[in-house]
């Protein structure tokens, strides 16, 4: 094979597509909003948080409880406690907990897994608000269904205003 070969990959070609690969490696990290599919600004309703999770499982508000401030001075620490009532046992427990966010850049703020081995459905939490809005906790049982409650706390001053 020649140094002149036409079918070789030369330094030209190899030094151009490095720059392509480095620029569109650059627009994906200079926007995370963008690749955490983040949508600031856009207040969702209760369907819009929930139905991407539930899909078209039953739905019921009960059995779930959210004990939150009513007024939260700074949102940038919240306290935010949620409990189910559920048995836990092996047959019947609870195996994931949503809480969701009707303002913030990511809607799921966190999501915790659990079965029988925690005793109790319950966790204790502080998350971050952008401003005021309504928190969702939203509970997947081992029987497929979904339990929610909601709670709305008014923040007068916003964490999240960076998208962080």
């Known amino acids: 094979m020649s ?47 929930i139905s991407p999770i539930t899909q078209s499982a039953k739905l019921l508000q009960q059995d779930v409880s959210i004990s939150a401030p009513v007024l939260a001075d700074n949102g940038s620490l919240v306290p935010l406690g949620v409990q189910v009532q559920s048995p836990m046992t092996q047959q019947d427990h609870v195996t994931h907990l949503y809480l969701l966010s009707q303002r913030n850049p990511v809607t799921r703020m966190a999501v915790f897994h659990m079965g029988p081995w925690n005793g109790r459905a319950e966790i204790n939490t502080r998350v971050r608000l952008a401003g005021t809005q309504a928190v969702v906790a939203l509970a997947r049982l081992s029987s497929g269904e979904f339990r929610f409650a909601q709670t709305d706390i008014i923040v007068t001053e916003s964490a999240c205003v960076d998208a962080s």
Not at 15 to 22: K, P
Not at 24 to 38: D, E, N, R
């Open 3 to 49: 140094v002149w070969d036409a079918s070789a990959p030369s330094r030209r070609r190899w030094l151009q597509h490095s720059a392509s690969l480095g620029l569109a490696w650059a627009t994906v990290q200079a926007s995370p909003a963008f690749a955490q599919k983040m949508e600031s600004g856009e207040l969702k309703t209760l369907v819009q948080m």
